[in-house]
């Protein structure tokens, strides 16, 4: 720790370097390509988190059931925690304890709670809150490219782009500093095309905005594609040099005629063509899809689409050119490489592939037959919680599925009947206080890691203040959960060395960080994966010569669209999407403790259009009652023009009555498990 520390930003995916004195004072860097100089609200009063008036310091247990939550020792809480998982193991089998990781912990302690779970309680137990976030993307990168890593290059090919198609996302709020890449693209006469159901920040700045109904994306992508196809606009040679399977995709999208897609998605068939039309005219184009597209029961199978579009105009593993992903959480990437994926071992291996078993096996020391198999998808994980086959306790890091999760007050009944959950955090969040037991960790800035951003490159994220009197990290809460357990293997409480064990887990997998070092993150501003050895110079752009598939190309996947779970009726005749605003960030724990971010985004809204409000009896700033078949929530009304008139939108930063998750409903993507978080029937009324 010395005067100033160039370190990255607590929250989202785009990691913007900032520096921070021993004081605790914000200002940004210049030599980050991702910010260079900008940050958002959020990244400027980052500070605050480290003196919110209600910081855990000290480990809490509730005593009684019902009973309060008390201060304790740390011995008191770990060996309380150690000996009641020991019995709930013996007298129900390993399965009966289960974790759920965050894909904001950095790689050392994603990588730390995954070997937490396989080898220091044998659960299969695992998931993650990314399951909700980047998973849908992830499955289609993975069948598509056989790989899945964010952005398909730097950051700093959306400058260079002619054209960049985002499909449900709005980086204008989500990632403001990203906007400076888009502008840089504009001044250099390229165009920015966005499909976003709503007029958003990011919409407004769009030469083309598309406004699909909810959950159709499919249906336009694929129509697009059809108009490629009759305009002739296939990129032949490419289709046939580096792709395989595009006849099974012709095949199904000569059903995507542009009316029929016009009458599917309400978008008119004037704008397909100029968006087609504009992304064929472009050298360098990229497709990005973000939770908009994501989010949906269908989520893997839209984005496919988007691949489909991108491989059959010769995109992919084009320099500045391609499909990506624009990911979420600080840690987004590398928290989806490491192992506390369900079905994941580190280095992006599968729990079922007895080769990368036995690797892993071997780095952490145990027999590879002890290692367990794969376990539940997250919201399968949380429904699955106090049930007579489910786990009956639950260690957490990192989320807050009280707010975060769909149809959140049966995960809050699915808590509250485990015998015992056990949460790690900093604040006390809605999930802590339903806790029997609360570990305080130390947060961001008081201790170091790593932290894979969206383009795929590992930073350093350095401790640059003293952490407070009475919390630990969460590598020294594992390991002294580790010992107690008498587990096998190494559980070092030093990042550096926990890094270390993590690159040579990770070697020879499809994420592989062994030739990444803590000093090459220094020397070069970050390494990107994959990076096999140390004098290999890392892998910005992975596609270039070849896609890593069996045979080397990409591959097509036919894809259908069958449109959301829950359709619009008479009950329930709206279409309600949940999603972000700029000064709030994911369940609320860290930024509704943040005045500055309290003052510029108080409270839960509902924005709908002037002319379903006026037929609803709604006027600007009541309080409206959202209702949908799983609950109710409450929020002010904003009227906007910028919304479709069938559709509202709720942010789902808030718990209690305004809580947008009250109502999401839990359907899944058969592929990634993702729930439908982006559209579901609700009817609307004024509140009482
Ligand atoms: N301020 C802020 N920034 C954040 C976060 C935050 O909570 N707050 N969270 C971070 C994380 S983890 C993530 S995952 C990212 C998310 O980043 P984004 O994906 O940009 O954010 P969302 O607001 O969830 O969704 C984006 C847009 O999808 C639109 N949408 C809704 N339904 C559909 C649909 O069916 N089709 C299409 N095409 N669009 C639709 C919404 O109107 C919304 O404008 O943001 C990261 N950055
Ligand atoms: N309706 C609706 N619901 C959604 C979404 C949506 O668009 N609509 N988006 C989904 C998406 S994309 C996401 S990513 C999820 C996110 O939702 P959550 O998983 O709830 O994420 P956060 O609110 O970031 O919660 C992180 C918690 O962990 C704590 N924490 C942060 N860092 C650390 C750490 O290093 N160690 C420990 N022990 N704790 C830490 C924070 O204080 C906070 O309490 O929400 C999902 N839910
Ligand atoms: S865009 Fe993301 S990383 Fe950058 S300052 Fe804002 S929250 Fe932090
Ligand atoms: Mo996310």
Known sequence: MTGTTPTHCPYCALQCGMTLTRDAVVAPRDDVPANRGGLCQKGWSAAELLTVPDRLTTPLVRRARGGPLEPCTWDEALDMVAARLRALAAAHGPDAVAVFGGGGLTNEKAYQLGKFARIALRTSQIDYNGRFCMSSAAAASNRAFGMDRGLPGPITDVAAADVLLLAGGNVAETMPPFMRHVARLKEAGGALVVIDPRRTPTARQADLHLQPTPGTDLALANGLLHLAMTEGMLDKDYIAERTTGFDAV??????????????????????????????????????????????????????????????????????????????????????????????????????????????????????????PGPGRSAYELL??????????????FGSNPVVSAPRASAVEERLDALDLLVVADFVPSETVRRADVVLPTAQWAEESGTMTNLEGRVLRRRQAVPRPDGVRTDLEILAGLAERLGAP?????????????????????????????????????????????????????????RFPTPDGRARFVPVEHRGPAEEVDAEYPVYLTTGRVLAQYQSGAQTRRVPELVKASPEPFVELHPDLAERAGIAEGDLVAVRSRRGEAVGRARLSDAIRADTIFMPFHWGGRGRANSLTGTALDPTSRMPEFKVCAASISPAD
């Not at 391609?322 to 071992?345: I, P, S």
């Not at 429904?383 to 957490?396: E, F, N, Q």
């Not at 890094?499 to 070069?524: C, M, Q």
């Not at 970050?526 to 992975?542: A, Y």
């Open 250 to 371: 012709r095949t199904v999208v000569n059903g995507y005629w542009p009316e029929r897609v016009e009458r599917i998605t309400g978008v008119p068939v004037a704008h397909m063509r100029e968006a087609v039309r504009m992304l064929a005219a472009g050298r360098r184009s990229l497709i990005l899809t973000a939770r908009g597209a994501e989010q949906h029961a269908q989520g893997v199978d839209t984005v496919s689409a988007f691949i489909n579009l991108a491989l059959a105009l010769g995109l992919p593993g084009t320099e500045g050119s391609g499909y990506g992903c624009v990911t979420g959480q600080g840690n987004g990437q590398g928290g989806r490489e490491h192992g506390q994926k369900a079905d994941q071992l580190p280095g992006y291996r599968r729990i079922d592939d007895p080769a990368a078993r036995a690797h892993v096996a071997g780095v952490w020391g145990v027999d590879p037959a002890d290692l």
């Open 383 to 396: 429904s699955a919680l106090g049930t007579a086959d489910g786990p009956r306790a639950m260690l957490l």
């Open 489 to 545: 293997g190494a559980w070092s409480t030093d990042p550096a060395a926990v890094f270390d064990e993590l690159r040579a887990a990770s070697a020879g997998g499809v994420a592989d960080y062994a030739g990444i070092t803590y000093r090459r993150i220094e020397d070069e501003g970050g390494v990107f994966w994959p990076c096999p050895s140390e004098d290999h110079p890392g892998t910005p752009r992975p596609f270039l010569d």
